[in-house]
Each structure stands twice: as C-alpha cells, then as structure tokens.
C-alpha cells in the first residue's frame, strides 16, 4: 500500500485528494494547521484505518515515521481574502513549509508533488497561459505575497529536483470549484452561490468583463494524480480552457438559483487579472488528461452543497 502525505488536507482541494488517494487504495496521512482548513472536510474519514490526520504547522519540523511514496504540498491560503489577511502566513508556508515539505520527501526519498497556481502568470500579457510563460507580477503589490510564494516554491522544489535529485513535480492549478469551498472565501463561484441563493445582490468587480476558466474539482483531482503517477516533472497546467467572463459565470448562476439577485459593480481590486485561462496541450499530451465536467453540470452540484450548508447553518 502507497503512503501518501497531503499538507494542507483538511483544505478545500486536500480533502478531495484525500478522498481520492484513499479510493486509489493509498494509506494516506493529512497534515493542516486549520488556519484557513475545516476538520468538517474530513470528518466523513474518521475511524478509517488508512487515514490519518495530524494538526500541524508545516513550516515547523516535519517528523513521520515510515516509508512515504508521494508528498502532496497543498498547504497555503489560496484565495484573495485568506491571504490578503495572512500575508506573512501566505508567504512562509510557500517559503519554509516548502523547504520543510521537501526535507521529508528527500528523507523519505518521497515523490514530491508541489501545488503551485496560475498566479505565477501575475496579470498575464500572454493568452491563453502556457508554462513556458514567465509571468507577469508585481511582487510589492497585495496579491504579491501568493504569487510570490508560490514562486518561490516552485523555484525551491526545482533547486531540491536538481540539486538534491528528489522526483518532484509542479502542477499549476487554475480556478477550481466545487463542494467543501467556504462561502466567504472571496472567490466568484461561493460568493455568486451563496448571494443568489440569499436573493441578495451580487458583488462584480468592475465592469465583469475579465475571465476566468473553472475545473470542477474532481477534474482537477484526476489531473493532480495523473501527474503524480507520471514521469514528468513540470511544471505543467491543469485547469479548464473553456474561458467564460465573471459577469456571465453571475449570469449563469442566477438562472440555475432561480434568484431574485440584481448584479452590482464594485471597483476591481489591485492587480487582478484581466484575463485567465490555461493552455492545457502538455497536460493533454503528456498526461492524457482533460476535463470532462462543464459548468452545467459541475454548478449544479456545487449549488446543491452550499443550499445544503446554509440549510443547516
């Protein structure tokens, strides 16, 4: 049985992967210090003997013994309210907890998995992205702390593949949605959920003509492993290359609600991207993956899991 380590476990896109790495038949150990994760993420896995949860800080002393096969670094605030908020926490989990990450898979002599973004690409002048795109940051601005972490990541974990000869590899995720995102975690698809199905007016940065492409969860999770069970080393993108505008992706949300929502404009914040979306051709090639899941049919889902949650809440 593969041991499989998932930093930031308890997270939005942790805990499908633990879920996954366990129906993959994995024992798998979630370590997450809860700062932006929820143990109710993971609580269905309670009592499972292959599962293990551990309230850590990964930028402290990572210390597990036994054999580890693949060490999943998914452990940072993700979205632009967590880390405008934890701007240093943003920051030393991409510096320090990659460093202490990597200390364990050269040890264990682990695969390491790093889950980098499509913020790297900054405000992006190239489009659609493509990995051999160096990016477009501004790294004083207030989203430069993930951005820049991530970097840094990525930079860390090709010094450790190089230097060290520890099989890494860097995935550049791209919006992802889906069930078990937090309601107020400042991304468009929770927001627009929870304000239509409130009948309360939807908030849209500025005009709402930028774009995003969004992957169902489960779509992104099969790419993560298809990526991890490779021999490539990145980094390579995964994500959906269906680009819609975030005044249509309100739009659309409405419909499927059957709100009384009105959409209001709000100034666009510092630095945000105008446009979003991923040239997937080496994932497609060299993991013979894509995403099956389109938004008619991956929304519904996700709206039926946040009625679900203010139901009870």
Known sequence: M???VVTGGAGFLGSHLCDFLLKQGHSVVCIDNLITGNVSNITHLAGNEAFKFIKQDVTEYLFLPGDIDYIFHFASPASPID???????TLKV???GTHKALGL???KKAVFVLASTSEVYGDPLVHPQEESYWGNVNPVGPRGVYDEAKRFAEAITMAYHRYHGIDTKIVRIFNTYGPRMRAKDGRAVPAFITQALSNEPITVFGDGTQTRSFCYVSDLISGIY?????KETGPINIGNPDEMSVLDLARKIIDLTASKSKIVSKPLPVDDPKVRRPNINMAKKLLGWKPKVDPDEGLPLTIE???SQMSNG
Do not use: K, W
Not at 226 to 230: F, G, N, Q, V
């Open 2 to 4: 593969a041991v499989s």
């Open 83 to 89: 880390y405008l908020e934890l701007p240093i926490q």
């Open 94 to 96: 991409g510096a320090l």
């Open 105 to 107: 898979a050269r040890a």
């Open 226 to 230: 298809a990526m991890a069970m490779s």
């Open 305 to 307: 899991y946040f009625r």
